[in-house]
Each structure stands twice: as C-alpha cells, then as structure tokens.
C-alpha cells in the first residue's frame, strides 16, 4: 500500500512557472513507477507525464512536452512536476498516481493502482 498527498497547486497567471509535489507513504516510493494525470471539468482525465521507478526514463504526453518535467527524489519520497509556460488550457485538477510493483513506466491510467486526492490547478489569461 501506497499513500499519496499532492501539493503545490493554484491561481496563476499564464506564462508563470509552478511546481507540484507528490508525497508518498507507506511502502518505499522507489517501488512504484509515478505518473501525473490531470482532469478539467467536463473532460475525461488524461495522461501528463510518468516516469520509472529509478528516474531514469520519463514519458510526457505531446501537450505540455518541452514545458513540464517529471522528477523524483526517492531519498524523501517524493515526485514532482514542474510546470513552466503555463497555458489556461493546463487549467485542472492534477494527480499523482502510483503503478503497481514491477511497472517500468505506464501513460495509461487504468493500469495505476495508487491515486491522491488531487490538487487544483487554475491558469488564468
């Protein structure tokens, strides 16, 4: 088991910079590939970024690549993500998620086990 508490969020104008942070409990965050998803209102969630349990592969859906990177640090736990150039189309709720054990890397988000309860994103024009 695997818990997760989000952080980081909230109002910003476009253009600005912000960085999310995941923070894990439980069992060793190294365990676990990690993934950013994010939710706007009316829309399915959708893939934003993953990336392997030791950091060194990461995945990014083509919407905010070259703008957002996914990290780690697993000496404290924790996953980030930061988010530069920030569009009002990055305007979501964002979470973090856990793969099951063994998982190298996964952009979809039914094959993730371990979900936090999300932090609000709003980019305003």
């Known amino acids: 088991q695997v818990q997760l508490v989000e952080s980081g969020g909230g109002l910003v104008q476009a253009g600005v910079s912000l960085r999310l942070s995941c923070a894990t409990s439980?069992?060793?965050?190294?365990?676990?590939?990690m993934g950013w998803f994010r939710q706007a209102p009316g829309k399915e969630r959708e893939f934003v970024a993953a990336?392997?349990?030791?950091?060194?592969?990461?995945d990014y859906a083509d919407s905010v690549k070259g703008r957002f990177t996914i990290s780690r640090d697993n000496a404290k736990n924790m996953v980030y993500l930061q988010m530069n150039s920030l569009k009002p189309e990055d305007t979501a709720v964002y979470y973090c998620?856990?793969?099951?054990?063994?998982?190298?890397?996964?952009?979809?988000?039914?094959?993730?086990?371990?979900w936090g309860q999300g932090t609000q994103v709003t980019v305003s024009s």
């Open positions: 439980g069992r060793t965050s190294s365990s676990y590939a």
């Open positions: 990336i392997s349990r030791s950091g060194g592969i990461t």
């Open positions: 998620a856990a793969a099951p054990p063994g998982t190298t890397i996964e952009t979809l988000g039914v094959r993730y086990a371990y």
